[in-house]
């Protein structure tokens, strides 16, 4: 299942410098899109979302910005923290064809490191 | 901060055996999932529950799955005979409606020998 794809399987940045993720989806239906950040062991932990209806969402340091047309998202992270080091997952969904919004198809992942 | 607990944190049983795990979501939610991951794969939804009853299903929650919300607040899943292809993380989700955020809780991994 290819639906959701994160190319960079590993990113590293100096603290303070901006992270950039970046994330692609194939299925046209999504129109929900979420970033979870997860450290070993431990659960997805919500970090910020996106609907389809606008191209870009902001909370604190994180910032999802959406590209329907190229069927692509990305999370900025400003300023990066040693704290921020973990794997970040992109995930979408969509209610259109019986499914729900709590269907959620994830990409693979993309680990962050931030050197101090 | 509320938060989704799952037990136990880890699990290893014989292939064949039951196994049962257990979640205790969010106590306002509504919508109660089960995901899981095997290692060095993606995460990937199993069930969603709404209502007491199934709601959505993917091809993985086959007729060894099961899940039940017994008493309102513990929210399990069960395998009915597993196999080594289930070891896995499994995480429990919830969230208050359908269109709203999906707290996952810390998982349980599940080992099968």
């Known amino acids: 299942d290819q639906q959701v794809k994160q190319n960079s399987p590993s990113l590293s940045v100096q603290e303070g410098r901006i992270s950039i993720l970046n994330c692609d989806y194939t299925?046209?239906?999504?129109?929900?899109f979420l970033w979870y950040k997860k450290y070993p062991a431990e659960g997805p932990t919500f970090l910020i979302s996106i609907s389809s209806i606008k191209d870009k969402n902001e909370d604190g340091r994180f910032t999802v910005f959406l590209n329907k047309s190229a069927k692509h998202l990305s999370l900025h992270i400003v300023p990066s923290q040693p704290g921020d080091s973990a794997v970040y997952f992109c995930?979408?969904?969509?209610?259109?064809?019986?499914?729900?919004?709590?269907?959620?198809?994830f990409g693979q992942g993309t680990i962050l490191t931030v050197h101090p | 901060e509320p938060e989704v607990t799952q037990t136990p944190s880890h699990q290893v049983t014989q292939m064949g055996q039951e196994v049962i795990l257990r979640c205790v979501p969010i106590?306002?939610?509504?919508?109660f999932y089960w995901y899981r991951q095997i290692l060095g794969q993606k995460v990937e939804f199993l069930v969603s529950f709404y209502n007491n009853e199934i709601s959505e299903k993917s091809e993985i929650f086959d007729d060894q799955f099961s899940v039940e919300r017994p008493d309102g607040s513990n929210f399990t899943l069960k395998i009915r005979s597993t196999k080594l292809e289930d070891s896995a993380m499994y995480f429990c989700a919830s969230a208050y409606s359908s269109g709203n955020t999906i707290y996952f809780g810390e998982g349980s991994w599940l080992t099968v020998v």
């Open positions: 995930a979408a969904s969509s209610n259109a064809g019986g499914t729900s919004y709590g269907k959620l198809t």
């Open positions: 299925n046209s239906m999504f129109d929900y």
């Open positions: 106590s306002n939610h509504l919508y």
